[in-house]
């Protein structure tokens, strides 16, 4: 032992109080160093899974959303018209983008699927003698939109 290190004979083994204590912060240092090598593992992990979880939740509203929405035609200057004292109704649309259309009268729904183009229309007779809802379901560039009127039908 050299005269500059002070220290004491412990069960038969010099033991220097400095070396202890830095003995003790070194585990505690590689303890706590493993501790925050698996925890920051596990951030990462959780990490790459929420964000796989919102890409995944992405494409199926995306999905959702265009075969909701998007297949639906894109029509403008709609006209829903009664021929004359009869029971049939004129519809007329040009239809600006192509895709599905729903046609309603009551419970009744028509599906029909228009390609692009300049006055399209359709007709269609009802048959009960009261006041009657008639709409078409279309969109308006990216959300849905309904074109209603109603029809007073008398013999």
């Known amino acids: 032992m050299s005269n500059n290190q002070e220290g004491f004979i412990y069960k038969g083994k010099m033991k220097t109080p400095d070396n202890d204590e830095v003995y003790m912060l070194r585990q505690k240092l590689e303890t706590t160093a493993k501790e925050l090598e698996i925890t920051t593992g596990s951030k990462k992990r959780f990490k790459w899974f929420a964000l796989g979880l919102l890409l995944m939740l992405m494409v199926i509203f995306a999905l959702l959303y265009k075969m909701t929405v998007l297949d639906y035609a894109e029509i403008e200057n709609v006209k829903m018209e009664q021929q004359g004292?009869?029971?049939?109704?004129?519809?007329?649309?040009?239809?600006?983008?192509?895709?599905?259309?729903?046609?309603?009268y009551e419970k009744t729904v028509m599906v029909d699927r228009k390609k692009s183009g300049k006055d399209q229309n359709f007709s269609w007779a009802w048959g009960e003698n009261k006041e009657s809802e008639v709409s078409i379901r279309s969109r308006s560039s990216i959300f849905p939109k309904w074109h209603r009127q109603v029809f007073r039908f008398s013999d």
């Open 85 to 104: 004292n009869t029971r049939w109704i004129l519809f007329t649309f040009d239809v600006k983008t192509g895709g599905r259309l729903d046609y309603h």
